[in-house]
T-cell receptor, first 115, second 116 residues
Framework: EPEVTQTPSHQVTQMGQEVILRCVPI?????FYWYRQILGQKVEFLVS????????KSEIFDDQFSVERPDGSNFTLKIRSTKLEDSAMYFC?????????????FGSGTRLTVV | AQSVTQLGSHVSVSEGALVLLRCNYS??????LFWYVQYPNQGLQLLLK??????LVKGINGFEAEFKKSETSFHLTKPSAHMSDAAEYFC??????????????FGRGTSLIVHP
């Protein structure tokens, strides 16, 4: 069964450092998403991406965050200058329709720890 | 605007007992509703979904959920718990067939613990 692959599974970084979280969505999917889950809290939407541009973003997704699809297969989330409160599990997801009719396929997540 | 409330961050059942995980939603338009399951060290996996039509939907691993518009609920049930059902379960809502945001909004999750 097709999978969404995320790397690394764990990342520890120092406050103020830049991190890039990587995702390989399912190959024929057109819509891509990043979510995060701070320990014990809700899974929160960050950003959606379609046709090489951001289609929707939450207020969490401020100027410290950016997304890119550099080569037609990878989908990355960059945090420019990490803060302690960025520590969370980050999930990538993809879908082949915008309406969510078929649900989303999620990766297994990257646990980011900012120290 | 849409939101989801999952009652109980942890639910503990004995193997063979009924599983009931509660989800109430708020949506300004007819919603799509989802349950996802997350096993340890894995991603969220779609368990079942309601879009339109029959309000009782069946998913994988013997789970089912019923959309009750009057109660704004979408509770997840399984008649007999199995040890392998121990996982984190997430309810989610998105805009449905006549509008609203298609971006799913998730609840906090409910951890299902199954005792032998």
């Amino acid at each position: 069964e097709p999978e969404v692959t995320q790397t690394p599974s764990h990342q520890v970084t120092q406050m103020g450092q830049e991190v890039i979280l990587r995702c390989v969505p399912i190959s024929n999917h057109l819509y891509f998403y990043w979510y995060r889950q701070i320990l014990g809290q809700k899974v929160e939407f960050l950003v959606s991406f379609y046709n090489n541009e951001i289609s929707e973003k939450s207020e969490i997704f401020d100027d410290q965050f950016s997304v890119e699809r550099p080569d037609g297969s990878n989908f990355t989330l960059k945090i420019r200058s990490t803060k302690l409160e960025d520590s969370a599990m980050y999930f990538c997801a993809s879908s082949d329709d915008a309406g969510g009719y078929y649900g989303y396929t999620f990766g297994s997540g990257t646990r980011l720890t900012v120290v | 605007a849409q939101s989801v409330t999952q009652l109980g961050s942890h639910v503990s059942v004995s193997e063979g007992a009924l599983v009931l995980l509660r989800c109430n939603y708020s949506s300004s338009v007819p919603p799509y509703l989802f349950w996802y399951v997350q096993y340890p060290n894995q991603g969220l996996q779609l368990l079942l979904k309601y879009t339109t039509g029959a309000t009782l939907v069946k998913g994988i691993n013997g789970f089912e959920a019923e959309f009750k518009k009057s109660e704004t609920s979408f509770h997840l049930t399984k008649p007999s718990a199995h040890m392998s059902d121990a996982a984190e379960y997430f309810c989610a809502v998105s805009g449905g067939p006549i509008g609203g945001s298609y971006i799913p909004t998730f609840g906090r999750g409910t951890s299902l613990i199954v005792h032998p």
